[in-house]
Structure formats: C-alpha cells, structure tokens
C-alpha cells in the first residue's frame, strides 16, 4: 500500500535545513515535553515525536499514513490542551478526588474527549459528567492562582 502525498502541504516540501517552524526555545520544549507526559489517548506520541524527537507533522504523517494537517491539527489542539490552566489543575490535584471525578477529569481535560463521550466511556450520565466538570472548574476558580503576578508594589499604602 502507498503512503499518499498530499500537495496542498507545499510546506512540508520546504527542505528542513530552512524550515524555521521547528527552532522553538529550548525552555518551552522542555515545558511541552514534561507536560505531555500527562496527555491520555494518541496525542502524547504525536506531541512527543514532534517536540522532543524534532519530526515534522509531515514526517509524522508518512509514518502513520495519515494527513498532515490532521496532525498538525491534533498536535494543536492537545498544545491548547496543555496550556489551559485546568490542565495544570488537574494533574497537581487529581489525587485528593473521588476515582469518579478522577476519571472525568482525565477524560475531559487530559485526554480531550467530549461530555457525551466521557459520559458514554465511564458509563455515566451527561449531566453527572457536567457536575463533575462544574465541580473541577469552581475548584480551579476559588484556588489562588501562583501565576498571577504580586501587584503589591503598585499601593504600598492603601487608600483611605
């Protein structure tokens, strides 16, 4: 079987030597690599084999038989993933919850599944699902955020 060759991508024909879309700081890999480790379903090898390995989407694609843009797709989508504070969230605080909400969690937030498919894969119902994801979100909202920063300085003294 032929592995097929999209032309839309005249991207990935650009030789790597040239191709800046892979010079990423060192420090933002490293962050996206340790985050990855975290991600659930087929999106940490897509993200590993990018980011820590150096593949282009379209080197990736070839292995798989896939699309290109669907692997630049899902590799960026499970980025936003990882960004998101709820991400964060939940991988520091998973293990004070319920083996319940533990699962929605990493469905819905870790693995990027929809409610009705968490629901569907933790033989639940949509709305128990929506509670639980209610309950993690005003958890994440109530919780001093330590990535604000300390705009202390600006009112040494408080007006009166």
Request: charged share 25%.
């Amino acid at each position: 079987m032929q592995s097929k060759i999209y032309q839309a991508d005249w991207l990935d024909q650009v030789s790597d030597g040239i191709d800046f879309r892979r010079k990423h700081d060192s420090a933002l890999t490293d962050s996206i690599v340790t985050r990855a480790q975290h991600l659930k379903g087929n999106d940490k090898p897509l993200v590993l084999a990018m980011y820590r390995d150096g593949q282009t989407a379209a080197q990736i694609a070839r292995l798989g038989n896939q699309d290109p843009r669907q692997v630049r797709r899902r590799i960026r989508r499970a980025l936003s993933r990882m960004t998101d504070p709820v991400f964060i969230f939940v991988i520091t605080h998973q293990t004070n919850w319920s083996t319940t909400r533990r699962k929605v969690a990493q469905s819905l937030f870790q693995a990027g599944c929809s409610i009705r498919q968490t629901a569907n894969d933790l033989n639940l119902k949509m709305h128990q699902v929506r509670r639980h994801r209610a309950a993690i979100l005003e958890q994440l909202s109530t919780t001093p955020s330590t990535n604000s920063p300390n705009r202390s300085w600006q009112y040494p003294n408080p007006p009166k």
